[in-house]
């Protein structure tokens, strides 16, 4: 994986799970898109692919399955990882989310020391998924 800093989408309605996204991706000078909702992601989508969109599940009006669904439909970020987040878990939720396709998961309340190397961690490996 290259040194660029990643580009991230958030999607979640939740203000400290954005705050700390913030603090964490300004620190890594990384670029940080926000949106509160899934209609507003889609539409950033349609102009933007990042390299990560992370996804609250629990959106209101759209809901993360619903806007994952969307975004490989509409092929609007192909190459894009997404990452799903919840509070809302169980031993199961890893595997269950991978069987909806998302490229991964983080639970909430979201370790901020952990998030920047996971977060290269799943791009690195859909890429080298993409590549083989």
């Known amino acids: ?6 580009s991230v989408l958030l999607v979640d309605d939740d203000e400290d799970t954005r ?3 913030q603090l ?9 898109a926000i949106a509160e909702d899934a209609e507003t992601a889609l539409a950033y989508l349609r102009d933007h692919e990042p390299d990560v969109i ?17 975004i490989r439909k509409h092929v609007l970020a192909p190459k ?11 031993h199961d ?7 909806w ?3 991964g998961y983080l639970p909430k309340p979201l370790n901020a020391m952990e998030l920047v190397p996971y977060l290269q961690q799943v791009v690195e490996a859909d890429q080298n998924r993409q590549v083989s």
């Open 1 to 6: 994986m290259t040194d660029k800093p990643l």
């Open 19 to 21: 705050n700390v996204f």
């Open 24 to 32: 964490v991706m300004d620190h890594y000078h990384y670029h940080l």
């Open 54 to 70: 992370v996804m609250d599940i629990f959106l209101p009006g759209i809901d993360g399955y619903q806007a994952l669904h969307q």
């Open 80 to 90: 894009c990882s997404v990452i799903a987040t919840t509070a809302f878990y169980t």
């Open 93 to 99: 939720t890893p595997k269950e989310l991978q069987a």
């Open 101 to 103: 396709g998302f490229s």
